[in-house]
């Protein structure tokens, strides 16, 4: 009994020792910030203003450019955009960073959004203590957030349906949304975009959409998931993913098991092993977004609200279909500009 009473007073000291680490942590930086004219900034000039970043997205790789083009606008306007959280020693969820960044007294938030009561919860706190928070790519509608920035899914579902109709569907033709519960009121818009697209060319009565379920527990979950269509019973003619994590697996898939080129794949994103997989048609096409631009978008809407008291609720950003032939020249480009 003495022993289990010594392992949790342990216990407790060591919780009680990661929590003042945090907020030491948190403190120390808004102290740097104040005094020292925050981090990066030379001259002893200040910062204008401090916003958080925070996101917890799947894809890292496109995470990484829409904190890269929030970051190096933020620089331009003297603003230090911060990776919030990607210093602290505990893993905590989104909403627990919010909270945490309104304690510390940041001017403003960008978050990757989700529609669940937690994220609106912790967005409404944030609001109640005058910090705006901007949604960025993946939105949180039911909120007090200020402005989402992202695209129209509906839109990207009507390319796709376009660049499908490019093949013989006179047949009819079956085509996979690949999809997970988080994401399925997005995923929903891109069927209705694609079903639209069949409709308004008259092959809706012949053509069947389907969303199909993944675990987005993990990278790993989703691949096992999306590796099961490629196994068992039969393919259908077309597969969308609809982010980039699952666009490597649809095409990784279709190469392990000898499928490339029995059934059309489309994809999200443009990063380079993406747009390698288009060069070499193991994807039909990549519809991409430009990652810099919105997270320099979701700076000026915080920096519009800041300075105005308001700001446009959506600000769209354009999506592009990229074909082989495009994919190559990007692809090109980007090795000239690292040599």
């Not at 006179?170 to 999809?179: A, Q």
């Not at 818009?189 to 060319?201: H, K, N, R, T």
């Not at 697996?249 to 288009?278: H, M, P, R, T, W």
Request: proline share 1%; aromatic share 8%; with cysteine.
């Amino acid at each position: 009994m003495k022993k289990k009473n010594i392992t949790l007073k342990l216990i407790s000291v060591f919780l009680v020792l990661i929590v003042l680490l945090t907020i030491g942590s948190i403190v120390l930086l808004k102290v740097l910030m104040n005094g020292a004219g925050g981090p990066g900034r030379t001259g002893g000039q200040p910062y204008a203003r401090h916003y958080a970043f925070i996101h917890k997205g799947a894809d890292e790789d496109l995470w990484a450019r829409i904190y890269d083009g929030a970051r190096a606008h933020g620089e331009e306007l003297g603003i230090y955009v911060e990776d919030f959280g990607s210093q602290l020693t505990v893993d905590y969820d989104r909403d627990e960073l919010i909270r945490i960044a309104v304690d510390a007294s940041v001017d403003g938030i960008i978050v990757d959004g989700e529609p669940d009561e937690e994220m609106s919860e912790a967005i409404a706190y944030a609001a109640s203590l005058g910090v705006p928070v901007v949604t960025a790519l993946d939105d949180c509608a039911e909120s007090d957030r200020v402005c989402f920035v992202g695209f129209s899914n509906y839109t990207v579902g009507r390319q796709y349906g376009e660049e499908i109709l490019k093949s013989d569907v006179s047949d009819g033709i079956t085509v996979y949304v690949v999809m997970d519960n988080e994401n399925a009121g997005s995923a929903n818009l891109v069927i209705s975009g694609i079903y639209d697209e069949f409709a308004e060319q008259g092959v809706a009565d012949i053509c069947n959409i389907e969303g199909v379920y993944v675990n987005n527990e993990t990278t790993f979950t989703a691949e096992e998931d999306i590796r099961d269509i490629f196994i068992n019973g039969s393919l259908p003619d077309a597969m969308v993913a609809i982010n980039s994590v699952y666009t490597r697996c649809l095409f990784q898939a279709a190469v392990d098991y000898n499928k490339a080129g029995s059934v059309a794949l489309y994809g999200f994103d443009d990063s380079k092993d993406i747009l390698e997989a288009v060069s070499k048609n193991l994807l039909e096409a990549t519809v991409s977004v430009d990652a810099a631009r919105i997270g320099a978008s979701a700076v000026d809407a915080l920096n519009e609200y800041a300075d105005t008291g308001y700001v446009t609720t959506y600000i769209a950003q354009d999506t592009e279909v990229i074909l082989a032939a495009h994919a190559e020249e990007l692809l090109n480009s980007e090795n000239e500009e690292t040599e």
